[in-house]
């Protein structure tokens, strides 16, 4: 049996099609495959984790990054854990009638997911915080959760694909979200600014930085904890257990490059693969990869789903 597990393409297919294209190969060359769609705190996080733990969804109205009115929706499991996708409400990519500045975007949205689920009576609130567009330190997404009347107990789990501190957010993200060097530097002077004003700093702990310092904001005033996307959901989908078990195991994702060793899913899923043959299907490949190609024992570029079919079906084929 092949274990095919990749991440989604980023903006082309998600994580479920990209398995499903792969499988049918493995499966068309006579091999067997199982399905496992993963994901690491970015895109398609919410989708991995709603179906994994079987939840309900429920629609709530909210506003964009930019102040837009919008719905997103959350998800709500029986025994009262929540997932709320960040960049549903505060995405880089959302709709606006506004300009996108940088310096505007806000998690205002988010938080209101978070009291919204609360409110439905949410003990415990996962958080994917990959694609955002804010760096306001979760200064929103603090408003808006106070105006609702807090969190009454509940327990904030911040799920991220990166380890970047708090400082650091405006730096690394920032351009991304269209800041020039100048508004970068007053994004940072803001977030340094804004730690002052928190019940701890957020300044030094890991993955403080992460969705422009929003996890580090919830760290500080909501004792949020922030956690590895990734492990989070290896653990909830039994990876291990599944690894074992399987002869090889396919990888997956947009493009590999050498910040996939640092933190994202595929390195993940290395770390645990034991002598297992981890092969990669990718979108394309970044000629900085250097040593880090050594993990695989092959690398096949596919950037449709004809493409991943073929792949499939040639690494059954090398299996047999």
């Known amino acids: 049996?092949?274990?095919?597990?990749?991440?989604?393409?980023?903006?082309?297919?998600?994580?479920?099609?990209?398995?499903?294209?792969?499988?049918?190969?493995?499966?068309?060359?006579?091999?067997?495959?199982?399905?496992?769609?993963?994901?690491d705190g970015g895109e398609g996080t919410f989708d991995v984790i709603f179906q994994g733990l079987q939840a309900q969804p429920l629609t709530v109205s909210t506003v964009g990054p930019w102040g837009d009115e919008t719905t997103a929706v959350i998800g709500l499991t029986q025994d009262g854990t929540a997932i709320v996708e960040l960049a549903s409400a505060s995405g880089l990519n959302m709709p606006t009638t506004q300009i996108r500045d940088p310096l505007t975007a806000s998690t205002y949205g988010t938080g209101v997911l978070i009291a919204e689920a609360v409110r439905h009576g949410a003990r415990q609130i996962l958080v994917a915080a990959g694609g955002s567009a804010t760096t306001d330190g979760g200064a929103g997404a603090i408003t808006a959760i106070e105006e609702a009347g807090g969190l009454h107990g509940a327990q904030l789990v911040i799920l991220s694909d990166v380890?970047?501190?708090?400082?650091?957010?405006?730096?690394?993200?920032?351009?991304?979200?269209?800041?020039?060097?100048?508004?970068?530097?007053?994004?940072?002077?803001?977030?340094?600014?804004?730690?002052?004003?928190?019940?701890?700093?957020?300044?030094?702990v890991d993955r403080g930085g992460a969705a422009g310092g929003f996890a580090g904001g919830m760290w500080a005033q909501h004792d949020a904890s922030l956690v590895s996307g990734a492990d989070y959901i290896l653990?909830?989908?039994?990876?291990?257990?599944?690894?074992?078990?399987?002869?090889?195991?396919?990888?997956?994702?947009?493009?590999?490059?050498?910040?996939?060793?640092?933190?994202?899913?595929?390195?993940?899923?290395?770390?645990?693969?034991?002598?297992?043959?981890?092969?990669?299907?990718?979108?394309?490949?970044?000629?900085?990869?250097?040593?880090?190609?050594?993990?695989?024992?092959?690398?096949?570029?596919?950037?449709?789903?004809?493409a991943m079919t073929a792949a499939g079906a040639q690494i059954a084929a090398r299996k047999r």
Request: aromatic letters at 6%.
């Open 163 to 204: 380890s970047t501190r708090f400082s650091d957010a405006a730096q690394v993200f920032g351009p991304q979200k269209g800041a020039d060097p100048a508004t970068v530097q007053l994004l940072t002077q803001r977030l340094e600014r804004f730690a002052e004003t928190l019940r701890r700093d957020p300044r030094n």
């Open 1 to 39: 049996m092949i274990l095919v597990a990749p991440d989604s393409f980023k903006g082309t297919y998600t994580a479920a099609q990209v398995a499903a294209h792969i499988a049918n190969g493995i499966r068309s060359a006579g091999g067997t495959a199982r399905e496992m769609p993963v994901a």
């Open 235 to 306: 653990d909830l989908l039994g990876a291990e257990a599944h690894i074992a078990a399987s002869e090889a195991v396919i990888v997956g994702e947009g493009r590999l490059d050498s910040q996939t060793g640092q933190g994202k899913i595929i390195s993940a899923i290395l770390a645990r693969s034991r002598g297992v043959p981890v092969y990669a299907v990718v979108g394309s490949i970044h000629e900085d990869l250097g040593r880090y190609a050594s993990n695989f024992a092959d690398i096949i570029t596919a950037t449709d789903g004809p």
